[in-house]
Structure formats: C-alpha cells, structure tokens
T-cell receptor, first 112, second 112 residues
Framework: KNEVEQSPQNLTAQEGEFITINCSYS?????LHWLQQHPGGGIVSLFM???GKKKHGRLIATINIQEKHSSLHITASHPRDSAVYIC??????????????FGEGTQLTVNP | DAMVIQNPRYQVTQFGKPVTLSCSQT?????MYWYQQKSSQAPKLLFH???????NEADTPDNFQSRRPNTSFCFLDIRSPGLGDAAMYLC???????????FGPGTRLTVL
C-alpha cells in the first residue's frame, strides 16, 4: 500500500522559532502538495512541487526525489501559523492520475 | 478573486432526510473533486469529475451521488444520511489531472 508519513504528529513551538515538518513517501510520485488547515476550516494549498525548492513569504518547501522526502519550513513562526499541515502526493501509476494520497497531518501550535 | 465556493457552510439534516451540498468555482478548472473529512482524519476522496466524466471511488457508498451540470457547478447528494455521514465535505478543483488542487471552505454536515 502506498503511504505518506509525516513527522512529527504534533509540534509546539514558541513564537519566532524555525519550524520543520517532514514528509516521506514510499514509491515514485509525480508531485507533492503541502496543505494547511486551520481548526474547523477549509484547506489551503501552500505549495505543489515535483523537484527542488519553493519559497513563499516565510514558508519554504523542499523535495528530494531520490530520497522520497520533503520538508516544509516556517521561519519566524507566529501564532497565526497554528494549524494542521498536510502532505499529499500524486503517486505515479494512479489510474485516474487525479487521486491524492494524504498524510495524517502535523498539528502545529505556536505559542506567543 | 478566482475561488471555490461551497454552500451552505453548515448544514443540519435529520437521519434519512436527503441533503444536497453545492460547490461552484470561478477558476474554470475542468476537474472537480468531493472529499469527506471526519474529525482528526485525512480527507477521503469520494469521487471526481474529469470534465463530464464521473469517477467514483470503489469504497464510496451508494448513498452518495454527484451531479455536474456544467463546468462551474458540482453537487453532492446524500440520499439517506446516517449518523456516520456527519463530517466536513470539501470540494476541490484542478486544471487537469495531477495538478495543484484548490479547495473550498467546506460544508460541515450534522445529522440529527
């Protein structure tokens, strides 16, 4: 079974800290999504990447295709960053090409 | 701003009483998805449309149906809601298969 594993499951940080959330997957993918979900809210797409690195504001996402691993970094964390961060991938060979496999999410809490 | 809109945001229905959730998009994306998300779980894909082609997930109950009358709108019909169908229902869109998905704010369904 193709799986997506995230670590840590829960993360508590102090405002201003540098945060890293990790995602690993089992077989070849065509692309990887980082998503953000606030409590009781909808999902926001942060990044989609298939190689290298992307940066948007204080958020940085990297992916290593050979190691089947991606990281999401948050610099200068703020309490408003508190949310669940979800890694999701498009596995190669999915019959419809449209099915994301989701990780279980990382609950981030940033304290003031 | 181009977006994915879901109505209503909160829906309360009675056990067995049919309910329809709606999704509209101004992104002109050809793929639309419906997900079910229960508390503290990853979203679960129910079905998706690639243009007019309907793709049902193998484990989606028959109780769930969908309609896509045009590119912009997609509906989720739950014919006889059970208590286990209480969840957040998320609509998403993408331009083509395997591309970045954009999510709506979700509809939280309560079944009494």
């Amino acid at each position: 079974k193709n799986e997506v594993e995230q670590s840590p499951q829960n993360l508590t940080a102090q405002e201003g800290e540098f945060i890293t959330i990790n995602c690993s997957y089992s077989v070849g993918i065509s692309a990887l999504h980082w998503l953000q979900q606030h409590p009781g809210g909808g999902i926001v797409s942060l990044f989609m990447l298939s190689s290298g690195k992307k940066k948007h504001g204080r958020l940085i996402a990297t992916i290593n295709i050979q190691e089947k691993h991606s990281s999401l970094h948050i610099t200068a964390s703020h309490p408003r960053d508190s949310a669940v961060y979800i890694c999701a991938v498009y596995y190669l060979g999915e019959t419809s090409g449209s099915r994301l496999t989701f990780g279980e999410g990382t609950q981030l809490t940033v304290n003031p | 701003d181009a977006m994915v809109i879901q109505n209503p945001r909160y829906q309360v229905t009675q056990f067995g009483k049919p309910v329809t959730l709606s999704c509209s998009q101004t992104l002109n994306h050809n793929v639309m998805y419906w997900y079910q998300q229960k508390s503290s779980q990853a979203p679960k894909l129910l079905f998706h449309y690639y243009d007019k082609d309907f793709n049902n997930e193998a484990d989606t109950p028959d109780n769930f149906q969908s309609r896509r009358p045009n590119t912009s709108f997609c509906f989720l019909d739950i014919r006889s809601p059970g208590l286990g169908d209480a969840a957040m229902y998320l609509c998403a869109t993408s331009r083509g298969a395997g591309n970045e998905q954009f999510f709506g704010p979700g509809t939280r369904l309560t079944v009494l």
